[in-house]
């Protein structure tokens, strides 16, 4: 079957700097590539996602990278507040499978003040 | 503007028992999916549902079963639980209108199971 690999498994940065998270996906096939943002305890959130046809997506402080060539897609966050702490969860679309998705093992991110 | 829901929220069982997890839709939504979620991992497919029919499986045994209702809302089965089925167990919901694979998944909040 199909695997998400995510790096790094957990990242500590300060407030104000740049986070980056990487993933990379093994079926070429796969179209739609979504990041989740899960608090402790909570649903996982949909925060930006991108579709195969698009290289780069931004929304204020959170942008989402894809080079479908190397099959990897990296999601960057800005100027980083501490209530950006979280798990967050990378995925990619599971062919043949409607609308489900394959998600990575997920990034512990902390933000100090 | 109701979300995803999902009952019940929390249940305890003994190995061997079988449980049923419900999900109910956002309205208009036509499909729905369902993860198993073990502590410290990344949701994990098991069910994919759109129009009552099912559309994907994941890597699960038959002990794990799902159907979806005339009104959308799903259940998931799991018979002859063992230790290794205590996880969040998610469902999410897609307006399924849009081209397969490309559309965004709206979770509940879970059930979650412990076997003991």
């Known amino acids: 079957g199909e695997n998400v690999e995510q790096h790094p498994s957990t990242l500590s940065v300060q407030e104000g700097d740049s986070a980056v998270i990487k993933c990379t996906y093994s079926?070429?096939?796969?179209?739609?590539f979504p990041w989740y943002k899960q608090e402790l305890g909570k649903r996982p959130q949909l925060i930006i996602d991108?579709?195969?046809?698009?290289g780069e997506k931004k929304d204020q402080r959170i942008a989402v990278t894809l080079n479908k060539t190397a099959k990897h897609f990296s999601l960057h966050i800005t100027e980083t507040q501490p209530e950006d702490s979280a798990v967050y969860f990378c995925?990619?679309?599971?062919?043949?499978?409607?609308?489900?998705?394959?998600f990575g093992k997920g990034t512990s991110l902390l933000v100090t003040p | 503007d109701a979300g995803v829901t999902q009952s019940p929220t929390h249940l305890i069982k003994t190995r061997g028992q079988h449980v049923t997890l419900r999900c109910s839709p956002i309205?208009?939504?036509?499909?729905v999916s369902w993860y198993q979620q073990v502590l410290g991992q990344g949701p994990q497919f098991i069910f994919q549902?759109?129009?009552?029919?099912?559309?994907g499986r994941g890597n699960f045994p038959d002990r794990f079963s799902a159907r979806q209702f005339p009104n959308y809302s799903s259940e998931l089965n799991v018979n002859a639980l063992l230790l290794g089925d205590s996880a969040l167990y998610l469902c999410?919901?897609?307006?399924?209108?849009?081209?397969?694979?490309?559309?965004?998944?709206?979770f509940g909040p879970g059930t979650r199971l412990l076997v003991l």
């Open positions: 999410a919901s897609t307006e399924g209108v849009g081209p397969w694979g490309q559309e965004t998944q709206y």
């Open positions: 079926d070429s096939a796969s179209n739609y």
């Open positions: 991108i579709r195969s046809n698009v």
């Open positions: 995925a990619a679309s599971i062919p043949n499978s409607g609308y489900a998705l394959n």
């Open positions: 309205s208009g939504h036509k499909s």
């Open positions: 549902y759109y129009e009552k029919e099912e559309r």
